[in-house]
């Protein structure tokens, strides 16, 4: 009979260490130090028409690395693939990298940079 009041004594005891949490600010951890330059930034885009294909294909001259949203563009296949060409054509000319991240988005990485294509499964 004690070993019962024993066990049910350690589950009650951890359930109410299991009701304690913290909240966490996570802009906390979000801090930029704007005084220290990158080499590199990872820059978030849409591509939403062509007319903003040189913004994008700039910022791959200038060394960075892009995710691109293509989602809305997707409707319109002519305009998509033409901007997947251009895109390309950044690529090799910085000896960069480009991949397709699932159906609605695009990795261009500038030079010295490589998309590994592999995935990484948790635990193997």
Do not use: C, T, W
């Amino acid at each position: 009979m004690v070993a019962l009041k024993e066990l049910f004594k350690g589950a009650a005891k951890s359930k109410s260490n299991v009701d304690e949490y913290v909240d966490l600010d996570l802009s906390d951890y979000e801090e930029v130090i704007e005084n220290e330059p990158a080499e590199m930034y990872i820059r978030i885009a849409e591509l939403n028409n062509l007319n903003e294909l040189p913004d994008l294909k700039k910022e791959v001259y200038d060394g960075n690395l892009l995710l691109v949203d293509i989602s809305l563009l997707k409707r319109d296949k002519f305009n998509l693939d033409r901007a997947i060409k251009e895109l390309k054509q950044v690529v090799e000319d910085v000896h960069g990298d480009i991949a397709g991240v699932g159906e609605e988005q695009v990795i261009v990485a500038p030079m010295g940079v490589r998309i590994d294509r592999s995935k990484i499964f948790g635990g193997k």
